[in-house]
């Protein structure tokens, strides 16, 4: 199955874009995904999304079809075809 991911500031530059298109195998979750995406981009993906030890960095928010994953399952949303994913920095101040 095909998910969308897309991405702004820094992160987009780690995946070489905003927006890119991710096959993965059935079922898959959110968790799936981000490890896909840490084999392909490495420690860099790794150090600002994180995961292959099951969390999600602090300094991220991740949206499944608009709507945040600490809403839904976390890193054990599932995911289906075409569904969009959202990857951006949350950007905070005082």
């Not at 702004?8 to 979750?29: C, F, H, N, Q, W």
């Not at 392909?40 to 150090?47: H, P």
């Not at 994953?69 to 994913?85: G, Y």
């Amino acid at each position: 199955m095909k998910v969308t991911v897309r991405s702004i500031l820094y992160i987009s530059k780690i995946l070489g874009s905003r927006s890119i298109s991710v096959e993965l195998d059935e079922p898959a979750t959110l968790s799936t995904l981000l490890d896909t995406l840490a084999n392909t981009y490495g420690e860099q993906f790794l150090d600002k999304v994180g995961n292959k030890d099951g969390y999600l960095q602090d300094t991220v928010a991740v949206l499944i079809n608009g709507t945040s994953v600490m809403a839904k399952d976390d890193l054990q949303t599932r995911l289906v075809e075409d569904d969009d994913v959202l990857i951006m920095p949350i950007i905070r101040g005082g």
